[in-house]
T-cell receptor, first 115, second 110 residues
Framework: DTEVTQTPKHLVMGMTNKKSLKCEQH?????MYWYKQKAKKPPELMFV???????INESVPSRFSPECPNSSLLNLHLHALQPEDSALYLC??????????????FGSGTRLTVV | DAKTTQPPSMDCAEGRAANLPCNHS???????VYWYRQIHSQGPQYIIH???NNETNEMASLIITEDRKSSTLILPHATLRDTAVYYC???????????FGKGTTLSVSS
């Protein structure tokens, strides 16, 4: 299995809702990442997990809460989001921190709309 | 990480070679050049990387100048499916997370 799987593919949520995005990989990668991408912009790094520990938080608002329950799974818990948080949320993984010989493997993303 | 400069857009005819340039004049000795692409509504995809030698794989070739201040990604026979945003990123291999610049939008037409 050489994929990063993200669910759901699409999500519409109200500003008072609580929802979670899920990311899964079975490549034995020990680093996992969340990115946010607005339309016609490059992906922006949000969080980095290395060996299941949070190692980078790019000053992301607390309404986004990451969780790494095990080495294969990465969640992003969402609460009290704003319409401007609507974006494509991308998950990625790599064998270790850094690019290595094969770069990152990205999922196809979750398209989030906050209403 | 060193900064990169890429043209915002390029066009290419189907079947022709697409040559995508990238300037990285402040690259450090231990930094690699990585290329990714992002097809519309998909996640970015790793293409190729190199340090100082030219590299080739099944997807593309990477030509790095001798002074390492610039590089060119070559898609030898572009197809319509190669239409995407191409990102050139300079980074070390250990520890530094991937940070994307604006990239080049390549449009391949028949």
């Amino acid at each position: 299995d050489t994929e990063v799987t993200q669910t759901p593919k699409h999500l519409v949520m109200g500003m008072t809702n609580k929802k979670s995005l899920k990311c899964e990989q079975h490549m034995g990668h020990r680093a996992m990442y969340w990115y946010k991408q607005k339309a016609k912009k490059p992906p922006e790094l949000m969080f980095v997990y290395s060996y299941e520990k949070l190692s980078i938080n790019e000053s992301v608002p607390s309404r986004f809460s990451p969780e790494c329950p095990n080495s294969s799974l990465l969640n992003l818990h969402l609460h009290a989001l704003q319409p401007e948080d609507s974006a494509l949320y991308l998950c990625a993984s790599s064998p270790n921190r850094g690019q290595g010989d094969y770069g990152y493997t990205f999922g196809s993303g979750t398209r989030l709309t906050v209403v | 990480d060193a900064k990169t400069t890429q043209p915002p857009s390029m066009d290419c005819a189907e079947g022709r070679a697409a040559n995508l340039p990238c300037n990285h004049s402040t690259i450090s000795g231990n930094e690699y050049v990585y290329w990714y692409r992002q097809i519309h509504s998909q996640g970015p995809q790793y293409i190729i990387h190199g340090l100082k030698n030219n590299e080739t794989n099944e997807m593309a070739s990477l030509i790095i100048t001798e002074d390492r201040k610039s590089s060119t990604l070559i898609l030898p026979h572009a197809t319509l499916r190669d239409t995407a945003v191409y990102y050139c990123i300079v980074t070390n291999q250990a520890g530094t997370a991937l940070i994307f610049g604006k990239g080049t939008t390549l449009s391949v037409s028949s």
